[in-house]
């Protein structure tokens, strides 16, 4: 058996159906918002901010009391210079070593030389004296050896000679040779103070310094006068001999050249 419809009013929500406007509810600012949902939307348009007032104000460049632009120079624009690469000081330090180094022993060579190239040396008194003829003359020997004590020095001599030559071509122009071999600190001091003593046995004058040429050392050339004669005395000293010559009858330009002569036929460096 089909039951009718019920027809009476439920307690449901009523429902608006058809076409039938819908009542307003709700809150009223909920009402005029919906009022304004069927209208069309204003355009809106974005306003940028006003740009800002900037006012250029001219800043003075610093200057120097005496002109340009200062101790640190003009301004400068663009990237800072590259780093200025520090050079190492050890190549100059080690080259200033060796020079140091070099000079000193440069030096002490040059200081040391003379004295192992002159000392210890001898004297060869039967060596051969080109020009010179070698004589045994008693009286001649002994005026040799009063004349050897004139020679001075702070050393001990290691060997005393006398001897005694003649001109080849004169035997009236006789020599008196006489001297020492011993260690000699200071040559030109032994040799000016033995040419002094010798003054003091016989007459000398004029002493004048002399080049010793290759065989170093002092050298020095005086007038003098023996046995009422004219005569030239000669001496030579180095590191190892001290000697002095008497050449009677001879000039100093005569004897200069027989000094050097005599001096290198005899010495003997051991």
Known sequence: MTLPPDETPTQRNPTWVGSASVPAGGTRRRRQWDDTLDLPAEPQTRQEPAAPHVVYVPVPTPTHPRGGYGP?????????????????????????????????????????????????????????????????????HKQAQELQKSLTSDHLDEQGFTVVYQDAASRQQRVLVFGATRFITDPARDLDASMRKLGTRIQISDVREIDPGAFGGEQRCAASRLDGRSATVCGWSDHGVIAIAVFAGKNLQQAEPAMRNLRGSIVRRD
């Open 72 to 140: 640190y120079g003009p301004p400068r624009f663009g990237p800072p210079p590259a780093p200025r690469r520090r050079r190492s000081k050890w190549p100059w330090v080690l080259l200033f070593i060796f020079a140091l180094c070099a000079g000193c022993c440069g030096g002490s060579y040059a200081w040391a030389r003379p004295y192992w190239v002159q000392y210890p040396a001898s004297v060869d008194t039967q060596a051969t004296v080109p020009g010179l003829t070698r004589v045994d003359d008693a009286s001649a």
